[in-house]
């Protein structure tokens, strides 16, 4: 059916980047908000940014100035440009996305997407 699949986790060095890649596949009719969110160990799960279709965009505090959500509408594909990581960054990120798609059937479902998460550390 449709899932969300990301990739661009790893090990960084305090100070580094690390660009995360989320595509929505299946067959899509619309993505609305996606987002990213991320869960440390031991703690909840907090939203890091998210964008509207039409680019509008909002940050953690933590993370403005640093981490830049985009998306790319005709690869219903988002993204979340990670710079200057701190220790703190370190996290499951999961993608997230609102999305009109069309079942096995051919009706048209409606459904908040959760990709399968990836792990970034940032450790020297």
């Known amino acids: 059916q449709v899932q969300l699949v990301e990739s661009g986790g790893g090990l960084v060095q305090p100070g580094g980047s690390l660009r995360l890649s989320c595509a929505a596949s299946?067959?899509?009719?619309?993505?609305?908000?996606m987002g990213w969110y991320r869960q440390a160990p031991g703690k909840e799960r907090e939203l890091v940014a998210e964008?509207?279709?039409?680019?509008?965009?909002n940050y953690a505090d933590s993370v403005k100035d640093r981490f830049t959500i985009s998306r790319d509408n005709a690869k219903n594909t988002v993204y979340l440009q990670t710079n200057s990581l701190k220790p703190e960054d370190t996290a499951v990120y999961y993608c997230?996305?609102?999305?009109?798609?069309?079942?096995?059937?051919?009706?048209?479902?409606?459904?908040?997407?959760w990709g399968q998460g990836t792990l970034v550390t940032v450790s020297s």
């Open positions: 964008i509207t279709r039409g680019g509008k965009t």
């Open positions: 997230t996305a609102d999305c009109w798609y069309r079942d096995t059937g051919g009706s048209i479902r409606n459904l908040e997407l």
């Open positions: 299946g067959i899509i009719l619309n993505v609305n908000d």
